[in-house]
C-alpha cells in the first residue's frame, strides 16, 4: 500500500531563515510527487509536482528515489508562506487519485 | 474561468440523518475525485469518476457512503444515515483526465469545501 509521512505537525521559523518541509513516501511503481498548500480561508492547490523540476515561490522539491524522500525547501521564508502544506503521491496505476500526508502547518514568524 | 463548486458550504444535521454534498467541476475535465479532510484521519481519497466508466469506490468508508455522477459532470455524494465520525471538510476536486496507465498525472483543481457537521 501507498503511503505518505509528514513527520512535523508545525514548523515555525523567523521570516529569512531557510525552510524544508519534509516528506517520505512508500509505493512500489514509479512515483509522482506533489507538494499542494493551503493558505488560510482559501482552497487546497497544487504548489508544484516533482517531474516540473522548477521552483515555485522560490519552493523546490528534489525527488530522492533511494531516500524515498521529496522534502520542500525554500532557502528564505516570508512571512506569505505561512499555510499548510502536505505532500501528496499519485496512484498512476489506478485513477491517479492521491494519498495525502498528514500535512505540516508552516509559521514565518516576523 | 469558474474553478470547482461545492454546496453547501456548511451544513449541520442530526445524527441519523441523509446528506446530499453536491459538487461542479471544471467544465470538460472527464476526471472528478471526492475527499474528506477530518481531524483524525487527514485527507483521504473516498471515491473517483473517470468519464462514464463505473467509479472507484475503493475510498468509501463505509455503505452508507455512496456517490453518482451525472451526465459525466455534476457530482453528489450521499451519506445516509450519518453519525458523528462522519463530522469532516468534504472536498470535491476535477481534473483533465485520471486514466489508468498513462505516466501523467493531470493537476487536480479542488473545490472550497462543504462542512459537515454532525450533532
Known amino acids: 500500500a501507498q503511503r505518505v509521512t509528514q513527520p512535523e505537525k508545525l514548523l515555525s521559523v523567523f521570516k529569512g531563515a531557510p525552510v524544508e518541509l519534509k516528506c517520505n513516501y512508500s509505493y512500489s511503481g514509479s512515483p509522482e510527487l506533489f507538494w499542494y498548500v493551503q493558505y488560510s480561508r482559501q482552497r487546497l492547490q497544487l504548489l508544484l509536482r516533482h517531474i516540473s523540476r522548477e521552483s515555485i515561490k522560490g519552493f523546490t522539491a528534489d525527488l530522492n528515489k533511494g531516500e524515498t524522500s521529496f522534502h520542500l525547501k525554500k532557502p528564505f521564508a516570508q512571512e506569505e508562506d505561512s499555510a499548510m502544506y502536505y505532500c501528496a503521491l499519485s496512484n498512476n496505476n489506478a485513477g491517479n487519485m492521491l494519498t495525502f500526508g498528514g500535512g505540516t502547518r508552516l509559521m514565518v514568524k516576523p | 474561468g469558474a474553478g470547482v463548486s461545492q454546496s453547501p458550504s456548511n451544513k449541520v444535521t442530526e445524527k441519523g440523518k441523509d446528506v446530499e454534498l453536491r459538487c461542479d467541476p471544471i467544465?470538460?475535465?472527464?476526471?472528478l475525485y471526492w475527499y474528506r479532510q477530518s481531524l483524525g484521519q487527514g485527507l483521504e481519497f473516498l471515491i473517483y469518476?473517470?468519464?462514464?466508466?463505473?467509479?472507484?469506490k475503493s475510498g468509501l468508508p463505509s455503505d452508507r457512503f455512496s456517490a453518482e455522477r451525472t451526465g459525466g459532470s455534476v457530482s453528489t455524494l450521499t451519506i445516509q444515515r450519518t453519525q458523528q465520525e462522519d463530522s469532516a471538510v468534504y472536498l470535491c476536486?476535477?481534473?483533465?483526465?485520471?486514466?489508468?496507465?498513462?505516466?501523467?498525472?493531470?493537476?487536480?483543481?479542488f473545490g472550497p469545501g462543504t462542512r459537515l457537521t454532525v450533532t
Open positions: 469518476f473517470q468519464g462514464n466508466s463505473a467509479p472507484d
Open positions: 476536486a476535477s481534473s483533465r483526465s485520471g486514466l489508468a496507465g498513462v505516466p501523467y498525472t493531470y493537476e487536480q483543481y
Open positions: 467544465s470538460g475535465h472527464t476526471a
